[in-house]
């Protein structure tokens, strides 16, 4: 403990205490201010795993604060802000801040799964928006993780006129594309070439794997003007853009593919196989706005967020979701978010900087314990 807490205290965003006073997470505190352990108790909670009474009991024995479990929640629900911004401060040090232009709003929408502790632990399934580049949860959703009305969907958001929406493939659904059309919003999404009806401008089905496999040589992009069909027959109308990837990342995909089929006991499709050698989206965003190269800039975008939101999604299942008050169940989030960006920094110095696995700084807890 006295060792690795200072280690991980290097890779906090800088100036992290003072956000915790600009934020007013220390505001109204009678005792147990201090900033490094008011957020370390907090670390207890969301990246231990452990629930509010474990939380505070062990917090209790460590020195670190003498709190019940209801002053502790009251405490995660006033760090909401602070754990937002440490989470932007470290996206900007990673190099992936999203930076996007101030005339419109970006919305980027995904899900995770979350398991209670125990055997008898519930399953919830946490829809949420992150709003770019501001990183702010503006909405989220907590349903079954099984059952009808729990899956990944559009449906699921509250989605206003004039919002850009972006998305994974889980989300590619014609009925979905239709809804968020009825709303007169936008969408930018992965395609799943199983789930998505696609016809040509005059009607007539439009075969998308002819269409990319025009493109052969890496970094070609193309754009297809289309229709999105529905079941009721309802159309909406938009663009596929692709672009052709390169032959190592072709082979990378080709051998996850392989080694997922291999697990399930599945055989993969020969199209498969040939979808796989390209990005290809859906996108109703206005064409005299966004080129195809910029509507594929702005997905690369959504993806290097999505590797931290990959990491985040396997941390999310530790601990007790405080599903009982709004601030306190976004401050979960952000904080679960916030672990997930100290992973990965942790795993880039871990594996690039030898022998020790951490950056020493001048005047950081890291030179500090050097000395000792």
Known sequence: ????????????????????ATTNALKGLHKNKEAENYLRTLMLHIAGGYSLRETVARAKLSGLADLSDVAFLFRLAKAKEWLRQMCVELFAQSGVAAAGEDVFQVRLFDATTVKE??????????????????????YF?????????????FFQFAIKKGDYLIADRGYCTSAGIGHVA????????????????????????????DQVSTLERAGRIGSWPVLSQ??????VAGRICAVRKTEQAIQLAHEKLALDARRKGKVVKPTTYEF????????????????????????????????????????????????ERDDSALAWLYGKLFVALLTERLMAYASAISPWGYDLQKGSATERLARV
């Not at 006295?2 to 280690?7: L, S």
């Not at 502790?117 to 503006?138: E, F």
């Not at 936008?186 to 789930?195: A, D, E, G, I, P």
């Not at 529905?230 to 159309?235: E, H, P």
Request: contains cysteine; positive net charge; proline residues 7%.
């Open 230 to 235: 529905g079941r009721d027959g309802a159309s």
């Open 1 to 20: 403990m006295a060792e690795d807490w200072p280690i991980l205290m290097s890779f906090f965003p800088d100036h992290w205490e003072e956000l915790a």
């Open 141 to 153: 959703r907590i349903t079954a993780a099984k059952g009808e009305g729990s899956g990944e969907s």
């Open 117 to 138: 502790p125990g055997p008898t632990g519930s399953h919830w399934r946490i829809h949420y928006s992150l709003r770019l580049p501001s990183l702010a949860c503006d």
């Open 276 to 323: 796989a050698k390209y990005v290809i989206v859906f996108t109703t965003f206005p064409t005299e706005q966004f080129s195809a190269f910029a509507v594929l800039e702005w997905y690369r975008r959504r993806w290097q967020i999505e590797l931290v939101f990959k990491r985040f999604k396997s941390i999310a299942p530790l601990g007790h979701l405080p599903k």
């Open 182 to 209: 009825a709303k007169k919003a936008y969408v930018l999404v992965r395609v799943n070439s199983s789930t998505l009806t696609l016809l040509n401008p005059s009607g007539e089905p439009f075969s998308l794997l």
